[in-house]
């Protein structure tokens, strides 16, 4: 059973940095194409970040690159998003997401397996 639990998440000023965590279970995450997705209140999930299975690619919105960073540690099934400057427009549940050999999508539909999700909170 796939399972990706997300952690990190919590209430931090803006301007402020923290960094989430998505810990995979039942995958081999070399396999994988990863990605971070983001739900604000009254909002639509939206695209944050995504890294290919080989490392090779990764890709940003607009409104996150330059601040965010994402990355992979095979040899411990983990995914971070690095997140600095935050604004209090990135406050949102954070959920991580995978995709059988993706090679880093911007489109929902393209992941097979999602977490249950994290809050940050950014104050102002």
């Known amino acids: 059973q796939v399972q990706l639990v997300e952690s990190g998440g919590g209430l931090v000023q803006a301007g402020g940095s923290l960094r989430l965590s998505c810990a995979a279970s039942?995958?081999?995450?070399?396999?994988?194409?990863m990605g971070w997705f983001r739900q604000a209140p009254g909002k639509e999930r939206e695209f944050v970040a995504a890294?290919?299975?080989?490392?090779?690619?990764?890709l940003y919105a607009d409104s996150v690159k330059g601040r965010f960073t994402i990355s992979r540690d095979n040899a411990k099934n983990t995914v971070y998003l690095q997140m600095s400057s935050l604004k209090p427009e990135d406050t949102a549940v954070y959920y991580c997401v995978a995709d059988l050999w993706g090679l880093g999508s911007r489109t929902l539909n393209d992941y097979d397996y999602w977490g249950q999700g994290t809050q940050v909170t950014v104050s102002s």
């Open positions: 890294i290919s299975w080989s490392d090779a690619d990764t």
């Open positions: 039942g995958l081999t995450l070399n396999y994988y194409g």
